[in-house]
């Protein structure tokens, strides 16, 4: 029998690994393929996760050689595994037609999934940490906690709808619910978009970067160093990328100010002086704005990939943030979520990790591709109706 040599890459994020499903197929499989002549495993990674995924190859580590029969022909498949991480938002392209974001539950639900990853990888990473069991389940006898994500979640140009907050409202008045809000604004703009709804619940801000909790009280959670600052600001004006400097209670936009027309009418935008001692010190995240944006600042993330947090806004925007911090590490540390069932909305990649980890979430319009095929995620068109009967679904549930 012979032996087909494959490379393949297992990209774990947030206690899943992602798996490709290939057209005129009804097998998931792992990202990855045969060598092309003379080229090295690095090199074959690099060109199938490209072709299959979009996305670029930053750094492989060697997980290990697997050897079984192949699923699709009479053959042995030995496959090179490698850990990798990646940058960009993976969606399905050439000849991938789903791709999904799976944990040791799939399996126990009879997912068709390859045999080396099955029986073999899967398994290993479970072991190792990198990929969880299950995913969490609703406890009925726990009180639920409603986590929103604003700006295309709720909200439509910033602008959340009087049904929608009428709907947010009756959460706070539910002895046996919290609410909480999870957003890339600052304070100015959360309060901007919710008013009154952030009274009395507490709202994680810029990415997870700055708590507010029930009294409004500030707690500042990270901010990016001076180095950092720097290097990605001399990046970002080299390549004539204009941005935002996000400093909590004040901002200062440097670039084509007209791409940032939600900014301009804040009372606390400042002229950057980078002549000025303090420009470069307290920044929480810096908001960096252009077409194929991912394209353009991937030689920046190869060079600080251990120092910042990249998230992306769709094709044209990105925000950098201190690397350890996200919406869900922010939520954890306000009081009593641990005895909560978190009922997560968002749409974006900085909510991947919040909706990952909640008991019950909802990735709103089309954007985080594959995660709702996660146990505990589901996707919603955006439509304020459809977030409102989950709402009135979850207070009913718990009279």
């Known amino acids: 029998m012979k032996t087909i040599r494959k490379y393949a890459a297992a990209i ?231 941005y935002f400097l996000e400093y909590g209670d004040k901002f200062a936009i440097h670039g084509d100010e007209s791409l940032y027309p939600e900014m301009l009418a804040y009372e606390d935008k400042l002229t950057l002086d980078k002549e000025s001692p303090w420009w470069d010190q307290g920044v929480i995240k810096i908001s960096c704005r252009s077409a194929n944006i991912q394209k353009k600042i991937m030689p920046l993330y190869k060079d600080i990939r251990d120092g910042v947090a990249f998230n992306f806004h769709g094709d044209d925007t990105a925000e950098l943030n201190c690397y350890f911090t996200d919406k869900y590490k922010a939520l954890s540390l306000v009081s009593g979520i641990e005895h909560s069932n978190l009922i997560c909305f968002g749409n974006d990649d900085n909510d991947f990790t919040l909706l990952s980890n909640a008991s019950e979430g909802y990735v709103i319009g089309d954007e985080l591709v594959g995660l709702e095929n996660s146990m505990n995620v589901s996707r919603l068109s955006r439509n304020d109706d459809l977030i409102i009967d989950i709402i009135s679904q979850r207070l009913e549930g718990h009279k």
């Open 12 to 242: 774990c994020r947030a206690g899943q690994i992602l798996l490709v499903r290939k057209k005129g197929t009804d097998m998931f499989i792992s990202p990855g393929g045969k060598p092309e002549a003379g080229e090295t495993k690095k090199e074959c990674l690099e060109r199938e996760l490209g072709e299959e995924l979009g996305v670029s190859l930053v750094r492989a580590e060697y997980l290990g050689t697997f050897t079984r029969k192949s699923a699709f022909e009479d053959a042995l498949v030995e496959i090179d595994v490698d850990t990798v991480t990646i940058f960009g938002l993976p969606k399905p392209c050439s000849e991938i037609e789903e791709i999904a974001w799976v944990d040791g539950e799939h399996l126990a639900n009879g997912m068709a999934v390859g045999s080396i990853f099955a029986i073999d990888v899967i398994p290993s990473l479970i072991r190792d940490g990198l990929v969880r069991q299950s995913a969490k389940k609703i406890n009925k006898a726990l009180p639920n906690m409603l986590v929103f994500d604003i700006d295309g979640t709720i909200a439509d140009g910033g602008v959340v709808s009087n049904k929608m907050k009428a709907a947010l409202q009756k959460i706070k008045q539910d002895p046996s619910s919290r609410l909480a809000f999870a957003t890339s604004r600052a304070p100015r703009g959360a309060r901007k978009a919710l008013g009154d709804l952030i009274s009395e619940v507490p709202v994680i801000c810029c990415n997870g970067s700055i708590i507010l909790d029930e009294t409004q009280k500030q707690t500042f959670v990270s901010g990016l160093s001076q180095q950092d600052v720097n290097t990605i600001v001399q990046f970002l004006e080299e390549n004539g990328v204009s």
